[in-house]
């Protein structure tokens, strides 16, 4: 079975200040992972994903992503966070090309709160 | 492409009525998936469709719930009867699953039920 756990349910920081939402999975072979945002009264939005090559992933609005192996973890992270960042986050997971369907998984979701 | 559409965008019944609600995936799509996402249970994962057949129904809360796809092109999620407990936010997703590679899904902009 595949999971996902989103440590923090929120994250608060400083405008201009890093940005990092925690993510670690578990599967029972390679991962598919995705980090997906929402904002207030609107769907997900797809913001990057991992499924092989370079363990560090660029994706949507200056965020990206390290794949960790040995610490089965997916970090987001954006160097100089904004305002506009808060929203909802969300991890998500596929146990890689063999899994049956497509199901991905999702974490419980971290919010961001930005500070001006 | 005008993404996935969902409707209504707001629904307000009374407990016992029953509710339909709609979902055209983005052409060419050929896995659908129903989530609900509530502040105590996050986004939960209703069921999921590959090329308009049911795949995994476990999501679904009970037998008040029920969903079709009658074609690659529309989705209903129906509750009959609604309980004021259903109120939440309810997304579709739609996705291309290939034999080979992975992509992530499109979601809708949802549904909110508010059953009193």
């Known amino acids: 079975a595949q999971s996902v756990a989103q440590p923090e349910d929120q994250v608060n920081v400083a405008e201009g200040n890093p940005l990092t939402v925690k993510c670690t999975y578990s599967v029972s072979g390679n991962p598919y992972l995705f980090w997906y945002v929402q904002y207030p009264n609107r769907g997900l939005q797809f913001l990057l994903k991992y499924i092989t090559g370079d363990n560090l992933v660029k994706g949507s609005y200056g965020f990206e992503a390290e794949f960790n192996k040995s610490q089965t973890s997916f970090h987001l992270k954006k160097p100089s966070a904004l305002v506009s960042d808060s929203a909802l986050y969300f991890c998500?997971?596929?146990?890689?090309?063999?899994?049956?369907?497509?199901?991905?998984?999702f974490g419980g979701g971290t919010r961001v709160l930005v500070k001006p | 492409d005008a993404g996935v559409i969902q409707s209504p965008r707001h629904e307000v019944t009374e407990m016992g009525q029953e509710v339909t609600l709609r979902c055209k995936p983005i052409s060419g799509h050929n896995s659908l998936f129903w989530y609900r996402q509530t502040m105590m249970r996050g986004l939960e994962l209703l069921i999921y469709f590959n090329n308009n057949v049911p795949i995994d129904d476990s999501g679904m809360p009970e037998d008040r719930f029920s969903a079709k796809m009658p074609n690659a092109s529309f989705s209903t999620l129906k509750i009959q009867p609604s309980e004021p407990r259903d109120s939440a936010v309810y997304f579709c997703?739609?996705?291309?699953?290939?034999?080979?590679?992975?992509?992530?899904?499109?979601f809708g902009s949802g549904t909110r039920l508010t059953v009193v």
């Open positions: 997703a739609s996705s291309l699953r290939l034999r080979t590679g992975i992509n992530g899904y499109t």
């Open positions: 998500a997971v596929r146990d890689g090309p063999h899994a049956a369907g497509n199901k991905l998984t």
